[in-house]
């Protein structure tokens, strides 16, 4: 079996349960209005974190060689309107590829629903990461994306 496939495969089926979720709970979800404020961390003032079976999921989607690094506190997969004209309404160029963190987070959302979804979650993807025997990480970000390798994210 291939760790690293089998690792994806259940992330994806947790995207799938988390989407779910929100769908059947929308009103304490909120309704994402994809205007891309949550995306400019620093401005909004919050944080994103991510764990190790998301960021090999992320991985193995962008092929490894397209991991931007965030600068200016923006996320770098995030594009300004005027090009948008190919990206089917979404400012997100990673949309179909995006954490749990981006999926839950809604500034209009229920603060309570969202915790006890992100919990839920991350429960999952520890689950993951005792199965497979991998570390677990939980971090922020700007800083996964500064340094990701497989190697390094899995360095304990």
């Known amino acids: 079996m291939n760790v690293n496939k089998e690792i994806v495969k259940r992330v994806k089926a947790i995207y799938e349960w988390l989407d779910e979720k929100i769908a059947a709970h929308q009103d304490a979800a909120g309704k994402c209005e994809v205007c891309g404020k949550c995306c400019d961390f620093e ?11 998301e960021m090999l999921f992320f991985a193995d989607k962008l092929r490894d060689k397209n991991i931007k690094k965030i600068t200016g506190g923006r996320c770098s997969y995030q594009v300004e309107v005027s090009e948008m004209v190919s990206l089917s309404n979404h400012k997100c160029t ?17 603060a309570r629903f969202q915790s006890d979804l992100t919990e839920a979650v991350i429960k999952k993807f520890k689950a993951i990461c005792d199965e497979f025997k ?23």
């Open 94 to 110: 990673v949309y179909d590829y995006r954490f749990a963190g981006c999926r839950i987070f809604c500034c209009k959302g229920d």
């Open 43 to 53: 401005t909004f003032g919050h944080r994103l974190f991510v764990t190790t079976p």
């Open 134 to 156: 991998i570390p677990y990480r939980y971090v922020d970000l700007p800083t996964a994306l500064q340094n990701f390798t497989a190697e390094n994210f899995f360095r304990h």
